[in-house]
């Protein structure tokens, strides 16, 4: 089982990384790249990620990679793949502050601040797997079709035991999933303050 794991974490890990390079590259071009291309050009830079390239490296980039940042949870994963390869829904401002408030309670509690240990709630807690299903089947009443099926995912995932954890945690949330959320959430705040303060300079007498 093992050995089948290795290289999809690896594949994970690469296709991740070239998903970011996309982003980066989308960044800095002053037109849309279209769909078609993200996704080629994804998956040829997701090969120099996974496969060995020589140049006194004994392993493929992604492990190095993985290395120092571990396995993704699936849902950040999807969220990023997503976003980046394809033209989707916007993702609700609700649900990056409910990540955000999640990671602030969990990570100290999970870190052993107070008698509460969420983080053991992942290894078949019945009640938090439910919890999970209710957020999900909430992402459908929102019409975020695409939270319903990343949510899915993550828990078939963690159900076959795709990654190495056991812990249904692991496979929806994680440290970059938490800033990415926090640092949405501050800047939504940011722009409405300054859609706010722009439209009381507008509106102003005189």
Avoid at 95 to 117: Q, S
Avoid at 140 to 147: I, S
Wanted: aromatic share 16%; with cysteine; hydrophobic share 60%.
């Amino acid at each position: 089982m093992d050995n089948f794991m290795q290289p999809i974490a690896l594949l994970e890990t690469s296709l991740t990384c070239a998903v970011l390079m996309i982003w980066l590259i989308q960044k800095m071009m002053p037109f849309q790249i279209p769909v078609a291309a993200r996704i080629i050009f994804a998956i040829l830079l997701a090969n120099l990620f996974f496969w060995p390239l020589g140049f006194s490296m004994a392993l493929p980039l992604a492990a190095y990679v993985r290395g120092i940042t571990g396995d993704l949870s699936i849902v950040t994963s999807l969220l990023l793949w997503s976003s980046v390869l394809f033209n989707p829904k916007a993702i609700p401002l609700s649900f990056k502050w409910f990540i955000t408030v999640i990671a602030i309670a969990f990570y100290p509690l999970a870190l052993g601040v107070g008698m509460m240990d969420p983080y053991a709630w992942g290894y078949g807690s019945i009640a938090f797997l439910i919890a999970v299903l209710v957020f999900t089947v909430t992402c459908g009443v929102a019409n975020w079709t695409r939270g319903i099926w990343i949510l899915a995912i993550a828990i078939i995932a963690w159900s076959v035991h795709w990654h190495e954890s056991t812990n249904l945690w692991d496979y929806l949330l994680d440290p970059f999933l938490a800033i990415w959320a926090l640092w949405a959430a501050l800047y939504a705040i940011g722009q409405k303050r300054k859609e706010k303060a722009r439209s009381g300079y507008l509106f102003r007498a005189g």
